[in-house]
């Protein structure tokens, strides 16, 4: 699956005089060095260092490309890859260029990696490093219209990645909307009182979505440091405008602690800035929610209070109920 975390113009680093790749030694404890043998797919030989900054949650890979061809080889694509095969472009975005006839070249990369594909659809963060990884190279000769690919295996030695897991690893709790409550029904029938459009209401409510009525709604969460990170984006596809009330969006449950109160701020994607509350057809806005959330057990179950967070016109709630929402241990 491929899944790039940024698109921007791409950026290649080429460098010279430095060391081969795939001999590279650790020196910095915050480094994660991953070993790999030089590959060779026809006529591109590859080889590669790769190490992982674990503060950053970063990969670096430093390649070198030889050509032993006759003619150019085009490289198209260069992405890392996880055991699980979830790809990930280069910070910088896709990289593509030509390598001339009997030509080698060097470049270095930089990866923020998607690790952990149910993770970051629950909380937004990537997950750990992975113990390996493949550094794969999309190219096309030609004498073969066809792109073909050629692999490199790279390994973190096994204690040094147990040593990472033991002193970095950290359980998490993300939250799913619970879906096995009346909440669709409950909504439809509400929505049909207001008359909203001609058409009968749509609601449909998955783990992290909520579709209604034209707007789209998508939950991030997660518990870190007794502290509650979330993140909800909104997208009003609907023929209706929706005003935003920001402060009465919350997750609540659990612990309290004076002082340490939530904050709540929005941000406007797309759509008119004068009022960056009021969302009208292709607007999109994402919410940022932060507060002190101190569960007592793992089976705490938050509510998410949306219920008065979404007005439409004749302040009529868009919403009639607030929604369970169900731990997710990581």
Known sequence: ?????????????????????????????????YSAADTAAGALSAATNLSGDIARQQLTAQIKLVNSESTAIDIQEIDIETPEGIRSQPQTGSVSFSLKPGKDTSLSLEFHPLNDLILYQTTGLPGDLKPAYSVLITYKTAANESPASLAIKSKAEDGAYKDYTRAHKKILTGYSFNTKTSFNETEKR??????????????????????????????????????????????????????????????????????????????????????????????????????YHKTKTAADRPVFHIRNAFMLSGKKPLFNQDIELLPNQF
């Open 190 to 291: 509400y929505l049909s009182t207001l008359k909203q459009s001609a058409q009968p209401p749509f609601v449909y409510l998955t783990e992290q979505e909520i579709a209604i009525c034209g707007l789209n709604f998508r939950l991030k969460s997660y518990d870190k440091d007794d502290t509650l990170h979330a993140e909800l984006f909104v997208v009003n596809h609907s023929e209706f405008p929706v005003k935003v009330i920001p402060d009465a969006l919350d997750i609540a449950g659990g612990e309290t602690q004076p002082g340490k109160g939530k904050v709540v701020s929005l941000e406007k994607i797309s759509g008119a800035q004068q009022d960056q509350t009021m969302m009208e057809k292709g607007d999109r806005v994402l919410i940022h929610l932060k507060k």
């Open 1 to 33: 699956m491929k899944l790039p975390l940024f698109v921007i113009f791409p950026v290649i680093i080429i460098f010279s005089g430095c060391e081969k790749p795939g001999t590279k030694t650790k020196n910095n404890p915050n480094e994660l060095i």
